[in-house]
């Protein structure tokens, strides 16, 4: 399995508390056992490719009560 970082979003629409949305996500990563260093305006998190992918689809599901927008850079090339 190959391994990759990834630079991630998530952005809930038309939520009152945008908050809820994006830490149901990063707790639904963590779940899968991967490390998320959240930041400002986007988080971090490393490891297998497959899970990693798998963890994306889960932060989406979580963060979309209603609309949302997942934004998602992944790389093979960067150091991890």
Known sequence: ???V???FSVY???ASDLG???DAALATVQR???SVQ???MSSIVNGPS???FAALGDAFEAA???GCVLVATVSNACPI
């Open 50 to 52: 497959e899970e990693v």
């Open 12 to 14: 809930p629409l038309g």
């Open 5 to 7: 970082s990834c630079q």
């Open 38 to 40: 959240p930041g400002a």
């Open 64 to 66: 979309a009560s209603g």
């Open 32 to 34: 899968r056992g991967l």
């Open 1 to 3: 399995m190959q391994q």
């Open 20 to 22: 809820a949305g994006i």
